[in-house]
Structure formats: C-alpha cells, structure tokens
C-alpha cells in the first residue's frame, strides 16, 4: 500500500504564494510520474502540473509562468509552488503520484486533498 501525504493549503490573499507538498511512502519499488490536480466546488478536477523522475514538466497553460513543479526523489515528495495567486485559484488541490511496485506493476494514487482558498 501507498500513503501520499499532502500539506502546505489554507488562505492567502490575491498575488500571494503558497507552496504545497505531498510525500509518498510505502511498500514500491519506485516512483514515475508525480503531478498536481484541482478541483473547485462545481468543477471537474483538472491538471494542474506533472513532473517525470527525470524532472520534466507539464504544466495547464493557466498555471504556466505562475507555478513551479519539483520533486526530491530521495525523500519520494513532489512540491508545488504557487506564486500570483488568483481568487479563481481557489480548489481543493490533489497529488497524484505513479509508484512500481516490485511486481513491475504501474499504480496511480490520489493524496486526500488538500485545500487553497484565494480571498482577500
């Protein structure tokens, strides 16, 4: 089984940052992809951001140019860093991290959710 744990959400005023992170653990032989997603009241989630092992990027194009995504391997966490933040930011944030398993099994996993409010 695999354990994401997210942190870092909560209220920020409009042009504020907040970076987020989600540490994975368990019992995997490592982790592919890692990435971000959203979800705001009436919405679907969508992308936010994904990151490769090798560090290569994705971003929504509504997120590009105001947030980061980066991951330390050694301690299986991916961050995200938000800067400028919008009130239409406003979500609950998601991790989704890809383990393989020692079987050679790909496995996606959910993070419980963590959530941003963009208010003044």
């Known amino acids: 089984q695999v354990q994401l744990v997210e942190s870092g959400g909560g209220l920020v005023q409009p042009g504020g940052s907040l970076r987020l992170s989600c540490a994975a653990s368990?019992?995997?032989?490592?982790?592919?992809?890692m990435g971000w997603y959203r979800q705001a009241p009436g919405k679907e989630r969508e992308l936010v951001a994904t990151?490769?092992?090798?560090?290569?990027?994705n971003f929504a194009d509504s997120m590009k140019g105001r947030f980061t995504i980066s991951r330390d391997n050694a301690k299986n966490t991916v961050y995200l860093q938000m800067n400028s933040l919008k009130p239409e930011d406003t979500a609950v944030y998601y991790c989704?991290?890809?383990?393989?398993?020692?079987?050679?099994?790909?496995?996606?996993?959910w993070g419980q959710g963590t959530q941003v409010n963009v208010s003044s």
């Open positions: 990151i490769t092992r090798g560090s290569s990027t």
């Open positions: 989704n991290v890809e383990v393989v398993q020692y079987s050679g099994r790909y496995v996606k996993y």
């Open positions: 368990g019992n995997f032989f490592s982790i592919n992809a």
